[in-house]
């Protein structure tokens, strides 16, 4: 195992030469952070915001942010990419093919952040409105060249050493082709493991599980309740205990697919919520100074246009452009200590990089 780690943190060594002086400055302008809660809002372009703004009535927690950036989200082979491309270039650093989790152009497998923050002896967690083997939480843990693989996604996770996975999913665990409970597995390797949301244990010091849906949480609007912020709040109390630090990746999934649907309502409430998941990250860092909570999307979806509005009624006229992704660039909001180092434009590939210099493990 020695061994191993040796090897890994001798390829960080030549990883930081190759990224080069930008990256670099960034450690030596911004200083460390402890924690970093990286939350993503799937398909949510500036316009989403202002929708969910608007039908808010003027209110998101997201306003608090002061620093805010642009990510270009384009793929190794895609002017538009999708969540399995942008997932991997936000968890890795790397653009890859459009479809593939967690490998880069050629296929060889890249370690996301959340699997470097383990090495260095962080605790993390993945906490997610869609199936836990979904392109986005999956390009954190698996690497695989489908996405659609998501028996072998799961598979993955066995020997992730991810502290807390909250999420829908629970059928690619237990209900697989080749028979293998991997709930069962996961349980024999000291895991909390339930199926039931509302019973969880948060007083356990075990690391947790929560599965409670075959394949994806329900919808904001057809009655999922606060399931996002509630779970958002289990998981930093519990990571946070650690005193070295925890690096948590929150997905507001189902902007995407409201998006795809062209269905404002959907979208609307979707964004509500994810902003009440930004909320409680956002007060966390407010009492736990060293906390960085950085808000952005893998890409937009749907052109949405807003052609008119009431910010005192929360009625919106808008009209979308496509029921696919779009190749504009998307906002990245930064919140907490050296949030300004999240300012500017950048390949969404520098997100990873700039969460690697404030963690430290380029040092």
């Known amino acids: 195992m020695k061994k191993f780690i040796l090897i890994l943190n001798l ?15 960034c450690s030596a302008e911004c200083g460390q952070v402890k924690n970093i809660i ?17 039908a808010n009535k003027g209110f998101l927690n997201i306003l608090r942010a002061k620093f805010v950036g642009f990510s270009k989200t384009y ?12 997932g991997t ?15 880069d152009k050629t296929g060889v497998r890249k370690e996301s952040i959340i699997e470097i923050a383990e090495i260095n002896g962080l605790s993390t967690g993945i ?4 199936s836990v083997t979904h392109a986005t939480p999956a390009a954190f843990y698996a690497h695989v060249i489908s996405r659609n693989s998501e028996e072998a996604i799961a598979k993955y996770f066995l020997g992730s050493g991810i502290d807390i996975l909250i999420g829908g999913g629970s059928k690619f665990f237990e209900k697989r082709a080749d028979n293998i409970n991997l709930l069962d597995s996961l349980r024999d390797q000291g895991y909390l493991v339930s199926k039931k949301f509302k019973d969880i244990d948060t007083s356990s ?20 309740g606060d399931f996002l912020p509630q779970a958002t709040n289990i998981a930093i109390n519990k990571l946070g205990k650690n005193e070295k630090g925890f690096l948590l990746m929150v997905e507001g999934s189902q902007i995407d697919w409201a998006c795809h649907n062209n269905d404002i309502e959907y979208l609307t409430s979707e964004v509500i919520d994810f902003d009440k998941a930004v909320g409680v990250a956002f007060d966390f860092a407010d009492r736990n100074p060293g906390t960085l909570v950085i808000v952005t999307a893998d890409h937009e979806t ?13 009625t919106l006229k808008v009209k979308f452009a496509s029921k696919g992704h779009s190749g504009v660039m998307v906002p990245v909001f930064a919140y907490g200590t050296n949030a300004s180092c999240i300012a500017g434009i950048y390949e969404n590939t520098e997100i990873f990089n700039k969460m690697m210099c404030l963690l430290g493990f380029n040092e």
């Open 127 to 130: 906490v997610v409105t869609s």
């Open 38 to 54: 990286l939350m993503i809002g799937d398909g949510m372009g500036t316009n989403q915001i202002y929708a969910g703004l608007t």
């Open 89 to 103: 270039a936000i968890s890795s650093g790397y653009k890859t093919n459009n479809f593939a989790v967690g490998v």
């Open 302 to 314: 749907g052109g949405l246009a807003i052609k008119d509005g009431d910010l005192i009624e929360g």
């Open 11 to 25: 390829l960080f060594i030549i990883r930081t030469i190759a990224i080069g002086s930008d990256s670099l400055s």
């Open 205 to 224: 010091t075990k690391n947790l599980i929560c599965l409670p849906n075959e394949i994806n949480i329900p919808a904001s609007h057809k009655g999922r």
């Open 75 to 86: 793929s190794a082979d895609s002017y538009t990419t999708d969540s399995g491309a942008g």
